[in-house]
């Protein structure tokens, strides 16, 4: 049994972010979006890890080394990105034919009970009812939840069961031997091959694949998805006693949930509510909620909110003396 996360993607959406960073180690409620996935997977008992890298590939494998020392895992490099199709079919020599794969894609973190998965007796793709799916793989069930037909971005969909990134494949080998067909073929679409497109193929070939909800799915591929899954996160940790100040700030207020990685200083601020700093960052009288900061960052006389600040950034704000009369209007924006 082998767990395939694909985090090779350029992140355009999240650009100027993943210039220098990886969409995958973004922080997010005192974790990276990459460390979420891996510690859910972990957590079902999930030894044996492959990582399909590319962009700022080297990022990506210094972050498990350091994070993860002790993982199982193995590296495969997708150096043209030609689609979810042709990254999981790189790693064909990673996976032994009769092994079980567990794909889970790498911006997509969802709430989901992975041991009961895993306890399955038939593939099982996860899905969740969206209101607009033309954005996303499309699944059609019959009444069994049996997956029947599967689009990727459909323009006229036939079902609002969007597809989440997260694939239970019991037959490796028919999965790759269907990708295998798709890259003989050329069978691209506008220059990639889709997972969803050797899905069905699987089916068409008289595999069962069968659908499970997922209770909660978010997307990070965007910035507003972003936030609200940080936002989301920091919530629940906090409910469960999990989130801890273990440092006193100098005339700071913080308003959780909040999360403040080690090594921060922070003066003279309002943090929170729905905040997360990475490590070593410096805030000085500032007022920052609902925003992701990351490591080593300097803001100096800010006021953010719904922001997303990168790692070594420096914001210095405006800072001003007022001496204001009686019935007197003043637009500083």
Not at 90 to 106: N, P, Q, Y
Not at 139 to 168: C, F, Q, W
Request: charged share 20%; net charge negative; aromatic share 6%.
């Amino acid at each position: 049994m082998k767990a395939i996360i694909p985090v090779a993607g350029a992140g355009t959406n999240l650009r100027p972010l993943t210039y220098t960073q990886p969409k995958a180690l973004i922080p997010l409620a005192g974790k990276t979006i990459l460390s979420v996935i891996i510690d859910q997977l972990l957590d079902a008992g999930i030894t044996e890890f492959v990582f399909v890298i590319g962009y700022l590939g080297e990022k990506i494998q210094r972050y498990i080394a350091k994070t993860y020392p002790n993982l199982s895992y193995s590296l495969v490099t997708q150096n043209d990105r030609r689609g979810t199709g042709h990254a999981i079919w790189l790693t064909k020599d990673a996976v032994e034919e009769t092994e079980e794969v567990l794909i889970v894609l790498g911006d997509t973190i969802c709430d989901y009970n992975v041991k009961e998965i895993l306890q399955s007796k038939t593939s099982l793709i996860g899905v969740r009812k969206v209101d607009d799916p033309r954005s996303f793989g499309v699944a059609e069930l019959n009444e069994h939840d049996t997956v029947v037909r599967m689009v990727e971005k459909p323009l006229i969909p036939k079902s609002n069961m969007a597809m989440v990134g997260v694939y239970y494949i019991k037959n490796a080998k028919a999965l790759y031997e269907a990708l295998d067909s798709h890259l003989i073929n050329h069978l691209e679409e506008q220059g990639e091959y889709h997972l969803t497109n050797a899905l069905q193929q699987m089916i068409e070939n008289g595999i069962s694949l069968k659908a499970f909800r997922v209770n909660n799915w978010f997307d990070c591929g965007k910035k507003e998805t972003l936030l609200s899954t940080n936002a989301t996160l920091l919530k629940q940790l906090h409910e469960t006693a999990k989130l801890e100040y273990k440092h006193s700030y100098n005339n700071t207020v913080i308003i959780p949930p909040v999360s403040i990685a080690e090594g921060c200083t922070i003066s003279n601020s309002i943090i929170g509510p729905n905040v997360s700093i990475g490590e070593h960052s410096t805030i000085n009288a500032s007022i920052i909620k609902d925003s992701i900061i990351g490591s080593y960052a300097q803001l100096e006389e800010v006021v953010l909110h719904s922001s997303i600040i990168g790692s070594d950034a420096f914001i210095r704000g405006l800072s001003q003396s007022l001496n204001i009369g009686d019935n007197t209007e003043i637009d500083l924006g």
